[in-house]
């Protein structure tokens, strides 16, 4: 089993930052890809930005050029540095992570698992 623990939300002015960050933790043999998705009220949940384990990141087309992934492998955690925050950036920033998990017997299983959410609120 893994929890990912997301910290970093809260209330920003237009124009302003924010940092999140999500540490897994648990059974964690590695990590293929982790990464951010966003909730609005009212709307589906959609990709943010998101970063294999070597690298790779894929970014929405709202946030490029002013989001940036990263992680920390040897600290099991992803961050997402946001700027220029947008009042249509207000949703519940959710962490996910794609965890190959062993057991014994080098039994071993890839599960998919998201954090609870951390709310980002951009008054307008």
């Known amino acids: 089993q893994v929890l990912l623990m997301e910290s970093g939300g809260g209330l920003v002015e237009a124009g302003g930052s924010l940092r999140l960050s999500c540490e897994a933790i648990?059974?964690?043999?590695?990590?293929?890809?982790m990464g951010w998705y966003r909730q609005a009220p009212g709307k589906q949940r959609d990709l943010v930005a998101n970063?294999?384990?070597?690298?790779?990141?894929q970014y929405a087309d709202s946030v490029k050029g002013r989001f940036t992934i990263s992680r920390d492998n040897t600290k099991n955690t992803v961050y997402l540095q946001m700027s220029s925050l947008k009042p249509e950036d207000t949703a519940v920033y959710h962490c996910?992570?794609?965890?190959?998990?062993?057991?014994?017997?080098?039994?071993?299983?890839?599960?998919?698992?998201w954090g609870q959410g951390t709310q980002v609120t951009v008054p307008s």
């Open positions: 970063m294999t384990a070597g690298g790779l990141t």
């Open positions: 648990g059974n964690i043999f590695s990590i293929n890809s």
């Open positions: 996910n992570a794609d965890v190959v998990e062993r057991y014994a017997g080098d039994y071993y299983t890839t599960n998919d698992y």
